[in-house]
């Protein structure tokens, strides 16, 4: 349930386009999740190849794994997380699932190797920024991502936001790779939470530490909206999981409940219903 900062949350979510929850994940729960990462980042760098990539892995490089969804349950009880799934229907309502899933490993860069050294601000979710023909564009999806390393300081790879830049289609970005004006680094600890709208002009920043950066990243959007993953997600893990989260795993009715599901198709509308949640 909502609890009452909720409410605010959204409010300055709606008005800056992120939110930093500090303190979501206990230490135990960050220390399992890195064990999960540094398992799978190991074995493929054991393999010597990059998946996503499709070519030798390099260790000197960030390593980009989706739908890590499917991988173990402990990744699954991330979805409807306590506290941050409330804001999440609150803010995009019930017609929703993860259409999206990834978590980068970003080891120190290799000063000399000049690559590595800008930045790449931009908003998700690729063409829907060119071929949709409104302003400001609509929010279709939002963000929630889970630290995992400490990037409370800068140049730790940290997420680089321009708040409020989510009700602007176009922003002015330096020629040289440079921060663009109002850019501020998110200052986050292992186990803090930060969500954005899909909107928000946003980047990693160069990983000039010592710190190897690793976060989870978990998208959520409406039902209609196509997967950015394979979301392989088995039978077997669907089975294990209550309503609300095969829901949100991609368990669907047809190709039209996605557009229009009927009364008592959707879990999770069923259960706000049920609360008092929504009255429609």
Not at 264 to 270: A, I, K, W
Request: charged share 25%.
């Amino acid at each position: 349930m909502p609890g009452p900062e909720t409410s605010l949350q959204q409010q300055t979510f709606d008005e800056q386009g992120y939110l930093h929850l500090p303190g979501v994940l206990a230490a135990d729960m960050v220390e399992a999740l890195t064990e999960l990462v540094d398992a799978n980042y190991e074995a493929h760098r054991a393999a010597g190849y990059d998946p996503y990539l499709k070519r030798a892995f390099d260790a000197s490089r960030p390593f980009f794994y989706p739908n890590f969804l499917k991988d173990d349950q402990r990744f699954v009880n991330l979805l409807d997380h306590p506290k941050v799934f409330p804001l999440v229907y609150t803010v995009l309502g019930w017609n929703i699932y993860s259409y999206h899933s990834h978590y980068i490993v970003t080891p120190p860069r290799d000063t000399t190797d000049r690559r590595g050294g800008r930045f790449g601000f931009h908003q998700d979710s690729g063409r829907v920024n060119v071929e949709l023909d409104c302003s400001p564009r609509p929010r279709l999806s939002i963000k929630v991502s889970y630290w995992l390393s400490d990037c409370d300081e800068v140049d730790r790879g940290n997420l680089f936001v321009v708040p409020g830049s989510h009700r602007e289609d176009r922003i002015e970005l330096p020629e040289d790779g440079s921060a663009p004006a109002g850019a501020v680094p998110v200052l986050c600890r292992a186990g803090d939470v930060v969500l954005f709208d899909r909107r928000m002009w946003h980047s990693a920043s160069p990983n000039n530490s010592n710190v190897v950066r690793k976060a989870l990243f978990i998208g959520y959007g409406y039902r209609w909206l196509r997967t950015k993953d394979d979301m392989t997600i088995s039978s077997r893990m669907l089975a294990a999981n209550d309503p609300v989260r095969r829901q949100l795993l991609g368990e669907a009715t047809d190709a039209n409940g996605q557009f229009s599901p009927k009364p008592g198709q959707l879990p999770l509308h069923q259960w706000m219903l049920d609360v008092g949640l929504t009255d429609a």
